[in-house]
């Protein structure tokens, strides 16, 4: 069975979710300590939302320099698939995995609700699942959600087809380009504000069309 | 207060020596006959130390002198219960679930600090709140927030409630707790003392429950968490134990305290590791009153004695002094039992989580509780002096000179709106009253998701969690509270809180099983405000009693007043119910077309206190609706029969603003419109607000079977329209678009705050 780590930091809040998304889809959902210089084997590896260290210094800021982050970066350069949600997007751009950075949103105020997004590259390995310009319902909860970068980054992630997903009702923090993801120039690494893991079950989200994520890294992972 | 490198520090043996040397005690809230006491106890004067530990232990929020008295009905008037596995005097009450589960919830209010430093007073409400459940040995599951503020366009209220607002986003959101409902309510008399209220919930095995008891001499006292700083002292204890304006307030007001929520995330996921590590002997939250409070409450609740070094307590100010440790209120602190033998194991364990952790002192069989700074002893006490047997009150009580000139202003004289253009007119003005409006700016702050269980959450009638993920058992919680009721009749009021609270819970299909009470009233030295309290606290216990659910805690909030005005009595009460499904739930919602609307139970022509009145006239008189509790049993059962059976497919409670309301809300809920008959007089059918009352959707084919289980359970009932269409359409009266009430609810409040 298709193996997906969990990196728990001090102030990581969805990782629980992050694994009951994994184990729904029919992974298992390995859990990753912060502290240990170890990634346990896994065949992809999701940093979770939350708020490691309290959103100290900068979001993402103090996490990014936690020793399973050594492991982490090389093996993402060596081509692992990671996954960055909402604080986990943050740490992404921190290490320098991701450009640009996320910042306060337009309107000073935590936002948490239900958005849009469009499906705008359908092949990287968390979201082949998906289909190019596929619009799903998934959930965003956070304070520091708004996508920035200079004019040449932002240039660059549309001309090559970086820009995983953006928000399509609206924007809802400012992003620049409306831009909800995007991953590196290589794919394997994805960052996204939004919480696919909390529309896993209508019972307790807006649906189920963040499962598409999960079950494609596990495809990603069957293939490789 | 003697700084450490101050000659002269009070010592035990001092006091001993020095009896008639002045102290200030009247300055830190103690009267003459109070410190008259503590001589008494000591037989001597008391140290500086133990000064401040008693006057912050028997201050009017830690020791409930002026309403303990009355509070004692909670458990005399009981109902018989199983459920209870413990009760009031606990950190808070917890509630057998079933399946080996047992749930621990409690609300408090955090008023006082809200309105001095609006973001961190709200804050570390919740703070508070979680530790309280976190110390009974549950996980934290949970929050709500029950706030009430002055007029919505009042300046004042644009400072307080995005203020509070955003504290408990900042901290509930950080800790990782999902909000899953509350209240917000406007009225002028809370202009000058918002009402901040905050409940947690937290969920554990029947085998996982702490209390807060130093057991076993010899075991150490482990202070786990942030350091002590000179946050609020007498914060919470003295703060909340007087009321602004007049004379002599300016030196406590800057005493609120500062919340690090993500200390509190460490500090929630140690202890837990603690616990499951079976380390833990007795546990105790730091909260009001900071180590005076712990120690006391854990050898009072042991029935030991406890020595401690004061100058083992990891400072965030070293000068601090060791009266000023005692009372300090700093955050995210809690106070460990451990037996020696696991001490090395526990200090690994907080070492994961960055958490500090330092052992101060030991449990000792001497029943007395002893403290040291510097080799010298400064407190030597019996404690359960300071946590039990503190001064008990019989204020006196007097019903309001006014009381029967605001019963008899019946709002029957108001003018009413006759004919359909103005009935609409009626209801899309309370549609977009700040007190029905759409609540969204709001509870788009609060993270509802996180933690994955979160099955209801605002605008549903109550939040809704999931426990087990494999059985679906689950637990209801609400929060309802009417002080305009209140105030007509604080006995009828009190109970229309706890009905409300016990219907919102039941129209989601749970059993209502227990509740929790926050008690927000002015000075417990006004007779008038007296009366009122005593008849809330006796309507409540009263109703408990008929309703067959216990109190299992709460808190106590006087002195909610400015310049001498007081709040309208204002008892909110919480209700928690276990849903064996929650698959099963009930939204509010309607959904598919053509489904039967149905209304059930008796509708009188009753307006005191209402939401019309309220709206329409900025009435309040007269007497607030009839209070029928066994009617709200039976109305309770068939929800929960209804919803366990799959006859259901929406239900909604009638409260404010009664059926029009109600309506207005099940078709912006669900995106889907209806068409109703009004079954008696058309003012009264829209807007009165008997209790005892809901609206369901019956599943098609289901609608005989509903009316059959009202029939069994004496509820009646009455088909009034089907769901379907855009638009709310009120038969030969008037039609408003789903557009045009979704306009109404949700302008008011992004109009007034942004």
């Keep these: ?224 | 207060m003697r700084r450490p490198d101050e000659p002269g520090l009070d010592t035990v043996a001092r006091a001993a020596a020095t009896p008639q040397r002045p102290q200030p005690y009247a300055e830190l809230g103690l009267t003459d006959g109070e410190y008259e006491r503590v001589r008494g106890i000591l037989g001597r004067r008391p140290t500086d130390a133990e000064l401040a530990i008693y006057s912050v232990m028997w201050s009017e929020h830690c020791s409930y002198k002026s309403s303990r008295v009355h509070l004692r009905q909670f458990a005399e008037k009981a109902p018989p219960t199983e459920a209870l596995l413990a009760g009031i005097g606990q950190n808070a009450g917890v509630v057998d679930i079933g399946q080996g589960y047992a749930v621990t919830f409690k609300i408090e209010s955090h008023n006082h600090p809200s309105y001095v430093e609006p973001f961190q007073g709200a804050a570390t409400g919740v703070g508070g709140i979680v530790r309280d459940i976190l110390a009974m040995g549950a996980r934290p599951v949970a929050v709500m927030d029950a706030l009430r503020f002055g007029p919505a366009d009042a300046p004042d209220t644009r400072r307080v409630l995005p203020g509070v607002v955003g504290g408990i986003s900042f901290y509930g959101n950080c800790l990782g707790l999902p909000n899953i409902g509350g209240e917000l309510a406007f009225d002028p008399c809370y202009a000058g003392n918002p009402l901040v209220n905050a409940l947690c919930v937290g969920v554990m095995r029947h085998s996982d429950l702490k209390l807060a008891a130093a057991t076993g001499p010899g075991n150490k006292v482990v202070l786990i968490g942030s350091r002590t700083g000179p946050d609020g002292i007498g914060g919470a204890s003295v703060l909340a134990s007087a009321s602004f304006g007049g004379t002599g307030e300016g030196a406590k007001r800057p005493s609120v305290q500062v919340g690090d929520p993500f200390m509190e995330k460490l500090l929630v996921e140690c202890c837990l590791q603690l616990y499951a590590a079976g380390l833990v002997v007795g546990i105790q939250d730091l909260g009001a009153a900071g180590v005076s409070c712990a120690t006391t409450e854990l050898a009072a609740g042991g029935g030991t004695g406890l020595r401690v070094s004061l100058d083992a307590v990891p400072l965030r100010d070293a000068a601090l002094g060791p009266a000023e440790i005692l009372m300090s209120e700093s955050q995210e602190r809690m106070m460990a039992i451990v037996e020696p033998a696991g001490v090395g194991r526990c200090m690994q364990i907080c070492a994961t989580w960055d958490v500090p952790a330092t052992v101060i002192g030991e449990v000792t069989g001497t029943g007395r509780l002893e403290m040291s700074w510097h080799g010298e002893q400064i407190v030597d006490i019996p404690p359960a002096s300071a946590a039990d047997d503190g001064p008990v009150y019989h204020r006196s009580a007097q019903r309001p000179a006014g009381q029967d000139k605001l019963a008899a202003d019946d709002p029957a004289a108001l003018p009413r709106p006759a004919g359909g253009p103005g009935l609409r007119a009626a209801l899309l003005a309370m549609l977009a009253s700040p007190d029905a409006a759409d609540k969204t700016w709001v509870t788009e702050q609060y993270d509802r998701y996180v933690r994955g269980d979160t099955v209801l959450a605002p605008p549903q009638d109550a939040g809704l969690i999931r426990v087990d993920e494999r059985t679906g058992l689950g637990v209801a919680l609400a929060t309802d509270g009417n002080g305009r009721y209140a105030l007509l009749d604080p006995y009828a009021g009190a109970q229309h809180g706890l009905a409300e609270a016990y219907r919102n819970v039941a129209a989601t299909g749970a059993r209502p099983l227990a509740v929790t009470n926050c008690m927000n009233f002015g000075s417990p030295e006004d007779p008038a405000v007296m009366w009122q309290f005593a008849a809330a606290v006796r309507g409540l216990a009263d109703a408990c009693a008929a309703l067959g659910v216990p109190v299992t805690g709460g808190n106590v909030s006087f002195y909610n007043q400015t310049c001498g005005v007081a709040i309208h009595p204002t008892p909110v009460i919480g209700v928690l119910g276990v849903h064996d499904d929650v698959r099963r739930r009930l939204s509010i919602g309607f959904g598919a077309a053509g489904a039967s609307v149905l209304l059930l139970g008796r509708t009188a022509a009753e307006f005191g206190g209402s939401l019309w009145a309220h709206v329409a006239h900025g009435h309040v008189g007269g007497r607030p609706p009839a209070v029928d509790l066994d009617a709200e049993r039976r109305l309770a059962a068939v929800l929960a029969a209804g919803a366990a059976g799959g006859l259901l497919a929406a239900a909604h409670d009638l409260s404010d603003g009664g059926l029009a309301l109600a309506l207005a809300e099940c078709c912006l809920a669900g995106g889907a419109g209806c068409a109703v008959t009004l079954p008696g007089d058309p003012f009264t059918s829209l807007f009165s607000e008997s209790a005892a009352r809901a609206v369901v959707v019956a599943r098609p084919g289901s609608e005989a079977a509903v009316t059959d289980l009202c029939a069994e359970h004496g509820i009646a009932v009455a088909v009034i329209g089907v769901t379907g269409g855009a638009s709310l359409e009120v038969a030969g009266l008037f039609s408003i678009s789903l557009d045009e009430l979704a306009a109404a609810h949700r302008q008011t409040l992004p109009a007034i705050f942004g």
């Excluded at chain 1, 499906?119 to 619009?135: H, K, L, M, S």
Aim: hydrophobic share 40%.
């Design chain 1, 1 to 224: 069975m298709t193996r997906v780590g969990v990196i728990t930091f001090p102030g990581s809040l969805d990782d629980g979710d992050a694994a009951r998304a994994v184990r729904r889809a029919g992974g298992e959902p390995v859990r990753l300590w912060h502290a240990d210089h170890d990634l346990r084997g896994v065949d992809a590896v999701i940093l979770p939302g939350g708020f490691s260290y309290g959103d100290y210094l900068r979001c993402g800021a103090i996490a990014r320099f936690s020793p399973v982050m050594t492991e982490l970066v090389s093996a993402a350069r060596a081509g692992l698939p990671v996954l960055g949600i909402c604080n986990g997007f943050q740490i992404l751009c921190e290490a320098h995995l991701l450009p640009g950075a996320l910042t306060r949103n337009a309107g000073l105020r935590f936002v948490s609700k239900d958005v849009r997004l469009r499906i705008e590259n359908a092949g990287t390995p968390w979201t082949r699942q998906y289909a190019e310009g596929q619009e799903i319902t998934v959930v965003l909860k956070s304070g520091q959600g708004g996508y920035v970068a200079g004019p040449a980054a932002l240039a660059e992630l549309g001309a090559r087809g970086r820009v995983v997903a953006r928000y399509a009702g609206g924007n809802p923090n400012g992003s620049a380009g409306d831009i909800a993801g995007i991953c590196n120039q290589a794919g394997n690494v994805v960052g996204l504000m939004p919480h696919p893991e909390h529309a896993i079950d209508a019972l307790t989200g807006p649906g189920t069309d963040g499962l598409g994520f999960f079950s494609s890294v596990l495809l990603s992972a069957a293939r490789a």
